[in-house]
């Protein structure tokens, strides 16, 4: 008996035949429309040849789904309705065997941040309202998209876990780019690679050369594609960094991702599962979040030929048909908050997503609603000002000078400036965020730096939008802690004993 046909290589096909021998003792089980391997030599073609090869073999046809609702499948049947090539001869037209559930939605976000945002948000309310982690899978097509969404879900404290790919942070070749870009921050000015780097993003560029990484992608996917899509990721982190942090050094940028790979690990028990497309073949889940389903990623920007491209729908397909009930489809704009907002969605959706163009083959149609735009901070309610999205120069709020050490930017003023800073405060905070830190089993740095914690005490922040626009209180805290702080700033008791559990 062989499952997931489809995708046996050549070797497999062989090694198949030396068990079988002269026997047709065999079953296999497969769809041509879930073909996603072809890149490692797998092919249809023992599936869709096997009638030829056993002429007597019994072949029966599974229309019946019994995993998905009439609107799952529908918007399935859709994508397939478009495909071309000798598996989409041979498609099938699925029919639901479950009742009615939700349309499935389509939200455009302005930037890569923000969509993952968006996601988490929208999985904190799934969670808060019942469904269990377990039962929610985020999809997305290169391994290296998962940092934004690990960074996302560990800012409003959601525990996941990856299938089929290390934490981001664990990764062998990011774990070798931290050391280098320690040295380099050790080493600072001292260090040749550097002489050259005018600002932080180039100092990352120079130092990330000597790991791998280049302008431009290697050719073709497999491991030294993903090698180099990780090493990427850091250097769009950096960027990042630097737009919302102007004058950040080489070592706030290593803090920042000691932060961020801290925050990232803490315990997992039971999560939301983070994978990506190839990995998540043959699973299913209540809810599925498909992100980054925008031009460039799906297709992939590698995939050229019709094939490729081919494949590439295909894997949309198995993502689409791992929902039981719910499936989010999203992408985003540009890469970066504030970037040029080049990108639309995945000619995929033409058709099928609600204000698309008609689609060239059958549109699945149906379905109300339309494309929600998905925003952040204060556009989706909260009073946030992301740091990431910070462009005006920090200045001191004591003498007004443009200020440029990330240390003094934190404390919103210049260090030797006069601190009015409510003591009592600052030490009430303190005593709050030892609780939490032991509680979350995390160093106390984690929750608040000092430097975060005195710019509290001396704001004093009366509202949201007070204290979300102190530097270090970044969305995830802003959320995970803002209403205690509050709270505390308000002269309440918020309840600092530490009990346990
Ligand atoms: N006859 C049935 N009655 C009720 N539920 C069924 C029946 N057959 C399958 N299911 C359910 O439908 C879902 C999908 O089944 P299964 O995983 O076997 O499908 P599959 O064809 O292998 O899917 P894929 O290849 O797309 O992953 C599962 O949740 C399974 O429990």
């Not at 009742?99 to 976000?109: F, K, L, Q, R």
């Not at 380099?184 to 990352?204: C, H, I, K, M, Y």
């Not at 790991?211 to 090493?231: D, F």
């Amino acid at each position: 008996m062989v499952d997931e046909y489809q995708d046996v290589s050549p070797l497999q096909q062989r090694l198949l035949e030396l068990w079988l021998g002269e026997r047709d003792d065999l079953c296999v089980v497969g769809d041509a429309s879930q073909t996603i391997y072809s890149f490692t030599g797998a092919t249809p073609d023992h599936l869709l040849d096997f009638r030829t090869r056993h002429p007597g073999a019994t072949v029966v046809k599974l229309v019946r789904d019994y995993r998905s609702t009439p609107q799952v499948v529908h918007l399935a049947n859709g994508l397939l309705s478009q495909a071309s090539g000798r598996a989409a001869d041979h498609r099938l037209e699925l029919v639901s065997q479950r009742d009615p559930g939700p349309e499935p939605g389509y939200t455009e976000y302005p930037d890569e941040p923000a969509e993952a945002e968006g996601a988490a948000r929208r999985i904190r309310d799934l969670l808060d309202a019942g469904v269990p982690a377990a039962e929610i899978a985020v999809l997305f097509r290169t391994n290296a998209q998962s940092e934004t969404y690990e960074q996302a879900l560990a800012d409003l404290g959601i525990p996941y876990q990856l299938r089929g790919a290390e934490r981001f942070f664990d990764r062998p070749e990011v774990r070798k780019a931290g050391v280098a870009l320690r040295g380099a921050a050790r080493f600072g000015g001292n260090d040749t690679l550097l002489e050259d780097a005018v600002d932080l993003p180039s100092q990352v560029r120079a130092v990330l050369s000597g790991e791998g990484w280049t302008p431009q992608p290697p050719a073709g996917s497999g491991a030294v594609r993903e090698r180099w899509e990780s090493l990427a990721a850091l250097v769009g982190l950096a960027q990042d960094f630097a737009a919302a942090q102007p004058g950040a050094s080489l070592a706030d940028l290593v803090a920042e991702l000691d932060e961020r790979a801290n925050a990232q690990h803490a315990p997992t028990v039971q999560g939301v599962t983070l994978a990506s497309l190839h990995s998540a073949k043959g699973l299913e889940w209540d809810v599925v979040f498909l992100v980054g389903v925008a031009e460039g990623m799906m297709p992939i920007t590698y995939a050229r030929t019709d094939e490729q491209i081919e494949e590439e729908r295909r894997l949309l397909y198995v993502g689409v048909t791992r929902a039981r009930e719910r499936l989010h489809v999203s992408w985003a704009l540009s890469r970066s908050p504030g970037g040029r907002p080049s990108r639309r969605p995945s000619r995929f959706l033409d058709g099928l997503r609600p204000g698309s163009g008609a689609a060239v083959g059958r549109a699945a149609g149906g379905g109300a609603g339309g494309i929600e735009r998905g925003f952040t901070g204060a556009a989706a309610g909260a009073p946030l000002v992301r740091r990431r999205t910070q462009r005006t120069p920090a200045r001191c709020r004591v003498c007004g000078r443009t200020l440029t050490d990330a240390g003094e930017m934190k404390l919103m003023r210049c260090e030797d400036c006069p601190s009015d800073m409510d003591e009592g405060l600052y030490e009430r905070l303190r005593d709050w965020r030892a609780v939490q830190a032991r509680r979350a089993g995390q160093p106390a740095f984690c929750v608040f730096t000092d430097k975060t914690l005195m710019a509290i005490a001396e704001t004093v922040p009366e509202e949201e939008g007070e204290l979300a626009r102190i530097p270090g209180v970044g969305v995830r805290k802003f959320h995970r802690y803002g209403a205690d702080v509050l709270a505390i700033c308000a002269g309440h008791d918020v309840g600092g004993d530490d009990e346990e559990g």
